[in-house]
């Protein structure tokens, strides 16, 4: 079924449609998206679909500012934190068609004074996240991209370069320095550029925030969104710096209207050539042959057995998931900071085909996931008690499921089956199990990792199919 077809009144979304003096029948978008924002507290969201390069769906809701009346319009700028990436790998394919540069080029060919395993590492590996470069850290927010640059070149390589594919900051803000060099502007400019001006948008670019001493200072951004988090029952102001410097990384500020525009003209070959496009929508390819987690800046995966690009941020102020085979984009922004990249695959579900659903697997250790469950409905209610983890779940699960984990199991809705899907023995007593479990409002799958005690060292929701 197609996104059209459940558009009742695409241009009108949000209304009500009476059909023969019939009951009033509302968008599943909107209920969909209204039942989340109740359940995970946000104030304001913004939704496009895109379909076949055309926008069929944009629609705002809620609000954009607590502290007046500011209703989400499309044209309302939200932070998009991570997934300002999606731009970023735009501006990048556009300066190689221009032949300002390569993909291929190296990146010491930038550099003066580049250490020799710099060597051989391309632009193609930083826009991939496979370089090796080590994470620059302590910086002042004020410094520029080729002052971080050279900081990388002191730091030995934190993995062979091509052998893996481990996201971080500081390929990225190599990758800024490079363009700005090459071309001569500033990022901000380049957006501005090679999208903003070809594509005529009108809400989408950077504020420019530099703190000196006490005083913080940015540009004026007509009619955007603050950041909020949820936290002990009440609203928290949560706005998050991004240095200058990072800004093809993050920082990015867009609308919904602005940001279906983008996916639009590229779904279209409106804006990049078909086989840059095919750069950005297809993983790198590692070293020995195996698919990368990201293309040029944009992330994979796979859901409902089908692949998907695009990026999160935030981890949910913004969700770009773009779906080759059907030529689908979903776009969400909110302004809740505390939330889970929920809505994206959820408003999906209304269009994608159901995946086949497998039977669950016998239990022979009902215990294991009675703990499970147990820990889970505890976690929603703000308790985590840390003996259940092993001092590596203590380190990475005990926070999360404090933060973000309870964040995405109350919107979720409460829990109501967990079912094993798949298990896999490991050394030394490890196993490791793939269950689902079904909540009110959505089913997740989990990676659950436990040792020979039967404490737990993982217990990862999946975005996707894979694990």
């Given at each position: 079924?197609?996104v059209?077809?459940?558009?009742?009144?695409?241009?009108?979304?949000?209304?009500?449609?009476?059909?023969?003096?019939?009951?009033?029948?509302?968008?599943?978008?909107?209920?969909?998206?209204?039942?989340?924002?109740?359940?995970?507290?946000?104030?304001?969201?913004?939704?496009?679909?895109?379909?076949?390069?055309?926008?069929?769906?944009?629609?705002?809701?809620?609000?954009?500012?607590?502290?007046?009346?500011?209703?989400?319009?499309p044209?309302?700028?939200?932070?998009?934190?991570?997934?300002?990436?999606?731009?970023?790998?735009?501006?990048?394919?556009?300066?190689?068609?221009?032949?300002?540069?390569?993909?291929?080029?190296?990146?010491?060919?930038?550099?003066?004074?580049?250490?020799?395993?710099?060597?051989?590492?391309?632009?193609?590996?930083?826009?991939?996240?496979?370089?090796?470069?080590?994470e620059?850290?302590?910086?002042?927010?004020?410094?520029t991209?080729?002052?971080?640059?050279?900081?990388?070149?002191?730091?030995?390589?934190a993995?062979?370069?091509?052998?893996?594919?481990?996201?971080?900051?500081?390929?990225?803000?190599?990758?800024?320095?490079?363009?700005?060099?090459a071309?001569?502007?500033?990022?901000?400019?380049?957006?501005?550029?090679?999208?903003?001006?070809?594509?005529?948008?009108?809400?989408?670019?950077?504020?420019?925030?530099?703190?000196?001493?006490?005083?913080?200072a940015?540009?004026?951004?007509?009619?955007?969104?603050?950041?909020?988090?949820?936290?002990?029952?009440?609203?928290?102001?949560?706005?998050?710096?991004?240095?200058?410097?990072?800004?093809?990384?993050?920082?990015?500020?867009?609308?919904?209207?602005?940001?279906?525009?983008?996916?639009?003209?590229?779904?279209?070959?409106?804006?990049?050539?078909?086989e840059?496009?095919?750069?950005?929508?297809?993983?790198?390819?590692?070293?020995?042959?195996?698919?990368?987690?990201?293309?040029?800046?944009?992330?994979?995966?796979r859901?409902?057995?089908?692949?998907?690009?695009?990026?999160?941020?935030?981890?949910?102020?913004?969700?770009?998931?773009?779906?080759?085979?059907?030529?689908?984009?979903?776009?969400?922004?909110?302004?809740?900071?505390?939330?889970?990249?929920?809505?994206?695959?959820?408003?999906?579900?209304?269009?994608?085909?159901?995946?086949?659903?497998?039977?669950?697997?016998?239990?022979?250790?009902?215990?294991?996931?009675?703990?499970?469950?147990?820990?889970?409905?505890?976690?929603v209610?703000?308790?985590?008690?840390?003996?259940?983890?092993?001092?590596?779940?203590?380190?990475?699960?005990?926070?999360?499921?404090?933060?973000?984990?309870?964040?995405?199991?109350?919107?979720?809705?409460?829990?109501?089956?967990?079912?094993?899907?798949?298990?896999?023995?490991?050394?030394?007593?490890?196993?490791?199990r793939?269950?689902?479990?079904?909540?009110?409002?959505?089913?997740?799958?989990?990676?659950?990792?436990?040792?020979?005690?039967?404490?737990?060292?993982?217990?990862?929701?999946?975005s996707?199919?894979d694990?």
């Amino acid at each position: 079924m197609s996104v059209r077809r459940l558009m009742l009144v695409p241009a009108f979304a949000g209304a009500l449609f009476l059909t023969g003096g019939g009951p009033a029948l509302a968008d599943p978008v909107d209920d969909l998206v209204r039942g989340y924002m109740e359940a995970a507290h946000i104030p304001g969201a913004a939704v496009a679909l895109v379909e076949d390069g055309r926008i069929v769906k944009l629609e705002g809701y809620g609000q954009a500012n607590l502290e007046w009346e500011s209703p989400v319009t499309p044209d309302t700028p939200f932070q998009t934190a991570s997934a300002s990436k999606v731009v970023a790998g735009v501006v990048l394919m556009r300066l190689v068609e221009q032949g300002t540069l390569s993909l291929d080029d190296p990146i010491p060919t930038f550099f003066e004074g580049a250490p020799e395993s710099w060597n051989g590492i391309t632009v193609r590996h930083l826009a991939g996240h496979t370089s090796g470069l080590g994470e620059v850290r302590g910086l002042p927010n004020t410094a520029t991209t080729r002052e971080v640059a050279i900081e990388a070149m002191t730091l030995p390589l934190a993995y062979p370069t091509g052998t893996e594919s481990r996201y971080g900051l500081t390929d990225f803000v190599v990758m800024t320095a490079i363009m700005e060099k090459a071309s001569g502007l500033s990022y901000p400019e380049l957006v501005r550029r090679e999208i903003v001006e070809p594509l005529g948008l009108t809400h989408t670019g950077f504020s420019m925030m530099r703190e000196t001493g006490s005083v913080r200072a940015a540009e004026i951004m007509p009619g955007s969104a603050r950041v909020y988090g949820w936290r002990d029952g009440v609203q928290r102001d949560e706005a998050f710096i991004y240095p200058v410097h990072a800004y093809a990384a993050g920082g990015l500020y867009s609308s919904a209207r602005d940001i279906a525009t983008l996916m639009a003209a590229l779904d279209g070959g409106r804006l990049l050539k078909p086989e840059s496009f095919a750069l950005l929508t297809s993983p790198a390819r590692l070293n020995d042959g195996r698919d990368g987690g990201f293309g040029v800046g944009w992330t994979f995966d796979r859901y409902h057995g089908r692949t998907t690009v695009g990026h999160t941020g935030g981890p949910a102020l913004a969700d770009v998931m773009h779906v080759p085979s059907e030529r689908l984009t979903v776009i969400v922004l909110t302004n809740q900071r505390r939330f889970y990249p929920l809505l994206s695959h959820a408003i999906a579900d209304l269009s994608l085909p159901p995946a086949p659903e497998a039977a669950a697997i016998a239990d022979s250790r009902p215990e294991m996931t009675a703990a499970l469950r147990r820990m889970l409905e505890e976690a929603v209610a703000g308790r985590v008690e840390p003996a259940v983890f092993t001092a590596e779940g203590q380190e990475g699960l005990v926070p999360f499921y404090q933060d973000f984990g309870q964040a995405m199991l109350a919107a979720v809705g409460p829990l109501q089956a967990v079912e094993l899907m798949d298990e896999r023995p490991g050394e030394a007593g490890e196993l490791r199990r793939r269950y689902r479990v079904r909540f009110e409002r959505r089913t997740l799958d989990f990676v659950v990792r436990t040792d020979a005690a039967g404490l737990f060292s993982e217990i990862r929701p999946l975005s996707g199919d894979d694990i």
